[in-house]
C-alpha cells in the first residue's frame, strides 16, 4: 500500500496555470504507475492522465491533450499535473492514484488500487 497526498489546487482564471503535486509515502513508489483522475461537479469521477513507472510513457484524455503535462520524479516520491490554459470545464476535485498493474499503462479506475484525498480546481470564467 501507497499513501498519497495531493497539494497544489485552487482558483484561478481561465487561461491560467496550475501545477498539482502528490507526494507517496510507504512501498518503493517507482514500483507504481501513477495517474490523475477528475470529478466535476455533479460527475462521475474519471481519468485525466497517467504515466508509467519509469516516466517514459503517458496517456491522456483527449479534452486535456496539448494543455496539460504529467510527469514524475521518483527521487522524490512526487508526481506532477501541469495544466495550462485551464477552461472552467476543467472545475473538479483532482485525485491522484497509484497502481501496481503497470503493464500496459491503463486509464481504468477500477485498475488503481490506492488514492488521495483530492485537491479542489476551481477555473473561473
Known amino acids: 500500500q501507497v499513501q498519497l497526498v495531493e497539494s497544489g489546487g485552487g482558483l484561478v482564471q481561465a487561461g491560467g496555470s496550475l501545477r498539482l503535486s502528490c507526494v507517496a509515502s510507504?512501498?518503493?513508489?517507482?514500483?507504481?504507475?501513477m495517474g490523475w483522475f477528475h470529478q466535476p461537479p455533479g460527475k462521475e469521477r474519471e481519468f485525466v492522465a497517467a504515466?508509467?513507472?519509469?516516466?517514459?510513457?503517458?496517456r491522456y484524455k483527449d479534452s486535456v491533450k496539448g494543455r496539460f503535462t504529467i510527469s514524475r520524479d521518483n527521487a522524490k516520491n512526487t508526481v506532477y499535473l501541469q495544466m495550462n490554459n485551464l477552461k472552467p470545464e476543467d472545475t473538479a476535485v483532482y485525485y491522484c492514484?497509484?497502481?501496481?498493474?503497470?503493464?500496459?499503462?491503463?486509464?481504468?479506475?477500477?485498475?488503481?488500487?490506492?488514492w488521495g484525498q483530492g485537491t479542489q480546481v476551481t477555473v473561473a470564467s
Open positions: 504515466v508509467s513507472r519509469s516516466g517514459v510513457t503517458t
Open positions: 492514484a497509484a497502481t501496481l498493474l503497470a503493464i500496459p499503462l491503463t486509464t481504468e479506475e477500477s485498475r488503481y488500487s490506492d
Open positions: 510507504g512501498r518503493t513508489f517507482s514500483s507504481y504507475a
